[in-house]
Structure formats: C-alpha cells, structure tokens
C-alpha cells in the first residue's frame, strides 16, 4: 500500500521522488501477489487515446477492471473532438456523467500539465508526445527490480530513437533517482548531445555502449514522428545499430534486453534477440496491468483525499 501518496494525478516520473516510485512499485509488485478486490468499485475510467496504442490502452483497461471500476467506451476520432470541441470541454463533460479517471494518450507534449488542476477527476499519462509515458518506465523499472531486486550500481542502455521517446525521459529521470546509472545511444541526430544535461551518458558508438551494460532497453525507430534526414535509410540504420545477437553478447551474461513496442523487427532489434533468452519483452507487458493497477489505485487514494 502506498501510504505516503497524495497525488491525484500521475502526469510524468520526473517531479517524483525515490521513495514515491519505490511505492508504485511496492504496490504493482503486492497486487502480483495477491490481487485486491473492489478497490475502484463505483469508479469510472474514461480512455482519451488521440494516438494509436494496443499495449498501454488494453492494460490499463484490464487493470481497472481488474480493480471492479466501469471503464467507459470513448473513441477520440469518434467523439466531438472531432468537431472542435476543447479537451477541458470533453473532460468536463465527461465528469458530469461521472467519470473519476482519465487515461490519456495524446500527441502534445505536457499538455496535461494544462488540464490536469482544472478537473476533480485523476489524471494519468499514457503518454503525451515527447514528453513522458510514466507507466511504462515503470513498468520496465518493476521487470528489472524483479530480475536485481535494486539498481544501485546498475547501468541501463537505452538505444536508439530517444529525441522523440517519451520513454527514454521516463526511463532516465526513475532509473537515476533509483540509483541507475542511464546512457543512451544512437546515431546523433537521434541522440543530440545535450542530453547530458539532464543526466544522461552520450554514446554513439553501440558497441562502447553495450560493452559490460547490466541492460539494455531497445527503442523502436519513430517513423511517424520522423521529418526527413534523422537516418539516411533504415538498412543503415540497422547496420549501425540494430541489437543483433553479437551486440547483445557484449553485455553482462544474462543481462536482459527490454522494448517497450510495438517493435520494428529487422530494424532496431533482430528477431532472434526479440524472441531469445534475454528478451523480457513480454514480461513487460504482463507486468504493465500491475503496475497499471498500482497507478490508477494511488491516485484514487490522492483524488478522494483532496475532495
Ligand atoms: N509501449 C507502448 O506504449 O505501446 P502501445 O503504443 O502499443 O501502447
């Protein structure tokens, strides 16, 4: 149970501490063990998805299930939205019929920093542009802590696309407060410099990256989000760096191979790796509806305390 938490809201990893993300943790790791019954019972969770998800949005429709909430249909492409109406106006409106969770998914970034204080129901991310998809970086911090049990002195790599992956934020801002060392990888227009400055190690080079790493957390190539000239064509792209089989030995024995998906096989990762000893992807996702469970659960404690 996470006692301490008094968030209504979940919008990113980065404004939480140590201890709060040890919680979620906590929470998710309890909830595989012994499922609570009726936690959001009388609740109603409302899905606003402005972009495509299969793993994020059926996990967390499963876990408020899975907690007794009413998850209520609602399809962005479908509803008013469509037809101009604001995304304060929808939740608002949404609230008067009862809804007490909004999921969001949506292609601007921090725009639920906006709307979050503006409405009495909690607010979870699922992802919002580059910005941040805090569940799934706790998702991929619950299948490592099962595998070390903590992460001090553990160093994460994180490879490929991360200018425009919201998971590489969230990943590197939880896996430093937990004591990780984080460095990402990739060609350079992919990964500028300057994100050293919020902490994370630069390597161009995959195999100096890999060479020792205690994990590696593989990023898809980002070709919606992608404008001309960041690679010069996926064949090299997967020549440079895609985790084959020989890149993956360069790590730890047993080190694990993470992607949150949806995955692009033959490009950033090989389908033998994917498919092979290391891989916990699969593993990621299982434990998503737990640590999706644990989210939408802390913050119901944070909504009704504040009402
Ligand atoms: N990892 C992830 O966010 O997957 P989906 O886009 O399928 O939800």
């Not at 998710?28 to 402005?50: D, H, I």
Request: hydrophobic share 45%.
């Amino acid at each position: 149970m996470t006692k301490d938490w008094g968030r209504k809201d979940l919008l990113g990893l980065e404004g939480l501490g140590a201890a709060e993300i040890e919680a979620l943790l906590d929470e998710a790791a309890s909830f595989q063990e012994s499922p609570p019954k009726n936690v959001l019972a009388g609740r109603t969770v409302a899905f606003l998805f402005s972009e495509a998800s299969t793993r994020t949005r059926s996990s967390f429709e499963e876990a408020a299930l899975r907690l007794g909430a009413e998850p209520l249909s609602f399809s962005a492409a479908g509803s008013s939205l469509a037809k101009g109406e604001t995304m304060l106006d929808t939740m608002k409106n949404l609230e008067a019929i009862g809804v007490t969770h909004f999921v969001v998914r949506h292609e601007r970034s921090g725009v639920l920093e906006d709307l979050a204080p503006k409405v009495a129901a909690s607010v979870v991310n699922a992802g919002d542009g580059w910005h941040e998809h805090p569940t799934q970086a706790l998702l991929d911090l619950l299948t490592l802590r099962e595998l070390w049990g903590g992460f001090k002195g553990k160093r994460v790599v994180i490879l490929g696309d991360i200018r425009h992956s919201r998971v590489a934020r969230s990943n590197l801002f939880a896996l430093k407060k937990l004591g990780a060392k984080v460095t990402f990888c990739g060609p350079t227009p992919l990964v500028p410099d300057a994100f050293a400055a919020i902490g994370a190690q630069v390597e161009h080079d995959v195999e100096k990256a890999l060479k020792g790493a205690d994990a590696v957390n593989v990023l898809r190539l980002q070709l919606e989000r992608m404008e001309q000239g960041f690679v010069t064509s996926l064949a090299d792209y997967a020549l440079s760096y895609q985790l084959t089989q020989a890149r993956a030995a360069l790590m730890k024995p047993d080190a694990p191979v993470l992607h949150p998906g949806p995955m692009n096989r033959g490009v950033e990762i090989a389908s033998e790796v994917a498919d092979g000893p290391r891989s916990l992807i699969l593993k990621q996702v299982s434990n998503g509806v737990f640590v999706r469970m644990a989210v939408l659960a802390a913050c119901d404690r944070g909504r009704t305390a504040h009402v």
